[in-house]
């Protein structure tokens, strides 16, 4: 059975600040999502990675992939107000079209 | 394009009442995914559809959850009877996982929270 694992699972932070939320996953997979869900809302896709090495940034959120280590990073940089929401990422398995999501990661940027 | 549309947003039934839920998927997205998602845990598939055939279903509660995807376009998800455990949010999602590039992602409705009391 495929694990996917997040952690942190709360992460409070100051604005300004940078930080990294890692995503470890269990068997490979030839693709990782990173989703956004703010409270009472919907998951929206921010990034999709498809290989080993790949790195995706948008704003100052920055997704990296190493298929080896099975594992996945998103990282923070210069934290703002409006990036408070859980991120979950989610991989799916090869040949199978279905996403395993990990346990989400809650973040809230103090001012 | 209008996304995946879920309808009720909300519902509140007593615990033994029957609920049902419908999901209308994006245009020419065959597979379509049911989650439930626990409050502060991440979305757990329930079934997985790909056209009109439930291609995984091994999460789904059989005995009180049932599915359908008639035409392979609209679903809806039943809950009979239902429990007090099963309070929580039901995602649909839709993509063209298999059919397309490998960058194709899962597109989620908004969601219907269920509450059992």
């Known amino acids: 059975e495929l694990k996917v694992e997040q952690n942190p699972l709360f992460l409070s932070m100051q604005e300004g600040k940078n930080y990294t939320i890692y995503c470890n996953y269990s068997?490979?997979?030839?693709?990782l999502y990173w989703y956004r869900q703010d409270p009472g809302k919907s998951l929206e896709s921010l990034f999709v990675l498809l290989s080993n090495g790949a790195v995706k940034q948008e704003g100052r959120l920055m997704a990296s992939l190493d298929t080896k280590a099975r594992l996945s990073t998103l990282h923070i940089t210069a934290a703002v107000h409006d990036l408070s929401a859980t991120y979950f990422c989610a991989v799916v398995l090869i040949y199978v079209n279905q996403f395993y999501f990990g346990t989400g990661t809650s973040l809230t940027v103090i001012p | 394009e209008a996304g995946v549309v879920q309808s009720p947003r909300y519902k509140i039934i007593e615990k033994k009442q029957p609920v049902a839920f419908w999901c209308n998927p994006i245009?020419?997205?065959?597979?379509l995914y049911w989650y439930r998602q626990n409050l502060g845990q991440g979305p757990e598939l329930l079934i997985r559809?790909?056209?009109?055939?439930?291609?995984?279903d091994s999460q789904l509660p059989k005995d009180r959850f049932s599915a359908e995807r008639l035409k392979g376009v609209d679903s809806t998800l039943k809950i009979q009877p239902a429990e007090l455990g099963d309070s929580a949010v039901y995602l649909c999602?839709?993509?063209?996982?298999?059919?397309?590039?490998?960058?194709?992602?899962?597109?989620f409705g908004q969601g219907t929270r269920l509450t059992v009391v």
């Open positions: 559809y790909e056209n009109e055939e439930a291609v995984d």
């Open positions: 068997t490979t997979s030839d693709r």
């Open positions: 999602a839709s993509s063209t996982l298999g059919q397309g590039p490998l960058n194709t992602e899962a597109f």
């Open positions: 245009s020419g997205h065959n597979t």
